[in-house]
């Protein structure tokens, strides 16, 4: 997901007349982890050997009929929905296909209508970072740093911090990454949404961003874009993050992406969640899951303290 300042975005939509509107991505549905089928398996064989005889087959044979049956109706509805998805994919990239052919036949007409007004937005930044007091990475952002490293050179910064340029905030915000670009005069927001995390003062954990929308509000005050994935999309989806971030920027600079970016698959969109999501996150250990599968060896391991408790 990413955010404009209102002026910029205005921008960026202008169109001349007859143009096709612009599509809107599909979020891929997401199936349930398989481990908590495998916990019911277990206890219901224990149950059974604990019962013992004939009553403890009798509970074992029903549970497992249960479970499978729970399990087979599951896996049918991830079907259904993805069979789903994949029908209007196809119907997404039809259309993607054809605003983005329109763009390219009309491609003078459209940046010169977009072309001034963009710069213009461009122009009323507000606020720059400053040097972050207590910067506090968080699990996945070195493995991502290097990606950002690689496809943009000297453009990525981070322990920054945003200063409130209306002053109604005490404390700076500090975004994860900063993408700087001097000479367009754009300041892009990176951000990595984890579903919850662990409080080390109370020692729990606890849902996390749930409500982004101030911080959000404060970065496109201030003149810049946010741009937000999702954990999950960075420690699966790297490059397609990193394509995503290129997608943004050759929306400002009005140009064309490199031609090294097609061999990457566009990032497959992921949903957001609420208070309800995040607390079922939780109970499946849902970071601890993907962190322990995605991230490299060396970086859970320097880590591995504080991922066993998500």
Known sequence: MHLWPRRLQQALDALPPGAP????????????????????????????????????????GLGLGLVGVGYA????????????????????????????????????????LRQPKIQQALQKMVAYPEPAKYPKP???????????????PG????????????????????????????????????????????DPKTKQVKPHHIHDQKRDEF?????????????????????????????????????PLDTRWALIPDLEPEPGWDEAKAQQFIRQRTRYHYLKQYLPKEIFQEQQDYIMRL
């Open 21 to 60: 509107p612009r599509p809107v991505p599909v979020v891929a549905p997401r199936r349930r982890p398989r481990w908590p089928w495998g916990v019911s398996l277990a206890m219901v064989v224990a149950v059974g050997i604990i019962v013992g005889g004939g009553a403890g087959l009798m509970l074992a």
């Open 73 to 112: 109706w599951e896996a049918q509805q991830y079907r259904q929905q993805y069979q789903h998805y994949q029908h209007q994919q196809e119907i997404y990239q039809r259309q993607k296909q054809v605003y983005e052919q329109w763009l390219k036949e009309h491609e003078s007409e459209v940046q010169q």
């Open 138 to 152: 968080g699990v996945s952002e070195a493995y991502f740093h290097s990606f950002l490293n690689q496809f943009f």
């Open 155 to 198: 453009m990525i910064h981070i322990n920054l911090a945003l200063g409130d340029p209306i002053k109604t905030y005490k404390r700076p915000y500090e975004p994860d990454f900063v993408y700087i670009d001097e000479k367009l005069n754009l300041y892009l927001d990176i951000e990595i949404d984890e579903p919850y995390f662990y």
């Open 219 to 255: 970065f496109l005050a201030a003149g810049w874009g946010v741009v937000r994935f999702s954990e999950y999309q960075v420690v699966t989806q790297p490059q397609s993050c990193c394509k995503y971030i290129a997608e943004v920027i050759a929306q400002v600079q009005q140009t």
